[in-house]
Antibody, heavy 120, light 107 residues
Framework: QVQLQESGPGLVKPSQTLSLTCTVS??????????WGWIRQPAGKGLEWIGH???????KYNPSLKSRVSISRDTSKNEFSLKLTSVTAADTAVYYC????????????WGQGTLVTVSS | DIQMTQSPSSLSASVGDRVTVTCRAS??????LNWYQQKPGKAPKPLIY???SLQNGVPSRFSGSGSGTDFTLTISSLQPEDFATYYC?????????FGQGTKLEIK
């Protein structure tokens, strides 16, 4: 079965770039039936879709973050990555990666999540 | 952008109760509506996709219905492990969006 695991620094300074990687096991990120996405959740709050990357390598981002976010992939490592620039305290959240089923847009499965704190 | 509104925001119920959570979209989304369950400190767990299709392994006491703008998640007989926060999510168009969540608590 497919499993996802986030990794990256847990602490990022304001104005710097947040970088996370999602390693996928049990399935290929080039499988044509899925997108690969990022979702975040500030403490005690709801879920926010950040964006996803298609099997073609194309991307789609939340307009609220579009100028600061990029998602890329490394097919040789079967992983995809998130970069968020010019971070502020408002970007402090648990970041999840997840597989998104094409045409349905349903996130399954999810990684366990990783907390990223933006603080000096 | 499509806004998703859940009601109630919180709900107290007892084991064995039947409970219903409502999710309303700001515009029609056909049946592009998914439900997740989240427990503290854990990732969301997929429950229902395409408004009414149950994920493999999810107990049959969970059910979903609706189309257009109004959707419901029903738990027919609450079990202790069902106390959690539930989120709806529209996948009709990007940016995908989630409801604010419904916290189901033990009465």
């Amino acid at each position: 079965q497919v499993q996802l695991q986030e990794s990256g620094p847990g602490l990022v300074k304001p104005s710097q770039t947040l970088s996370l990687t999602c390693t996928v096991s049990g399935g290929s990120i080039t499988n044509g039936s899925y997108y690969w996405g990022w979702i975040r959740q500030p403490a005690g709050k709801g879920l926010e879709w950040i964006g996803h990357i298609y099997t073609s390598g194309g991307t789609k981002y939340n307009p609220s973050l579009k100028s600061r976010v990029s998602i890329s992939r490394d097919t040789s490592k079967n992983e995809f990555s998130l970069k968020l620039t010019s971070v502020t305290a408002a970007d402090t959240a648990v970041y999840y990666c997840a597989r998104c089923m094409m045409w349905i847009g349903w996130f399954d499965p999810w990684g366990q999540g990783t907390l990223v704190t933006v603080s000096s | 952008d499509i806004q998703m509104t859940q009601s109630p925001s919180s709900l107290s119920a007892s084991v064995g109760d039947r409970v219903t959570v409502t999710c309303r979209a700001s515009q029609t989304i056909n049946t592009y509506l998914n439900w997740y369950q989240q427990k503290p400190g854990k990732a969301p767990k997929p429950l229902i996709y395409a408004a009414s299709s149950l994920q493999n392994g999810v107990p049959s006491r969970f059910s979903g219905s609706g189309s257009g703008t109004d959707f419901t998640l029903t738990i027919s007989s609450l079990q202790p492990e069902d106390f959690a926060t539930y989120y709806c999510q529209q996948s009709y168009s990007t940016p995908y969006s989630f409801g604010q969540g419904t916290k189901l608590e033990i009465k």
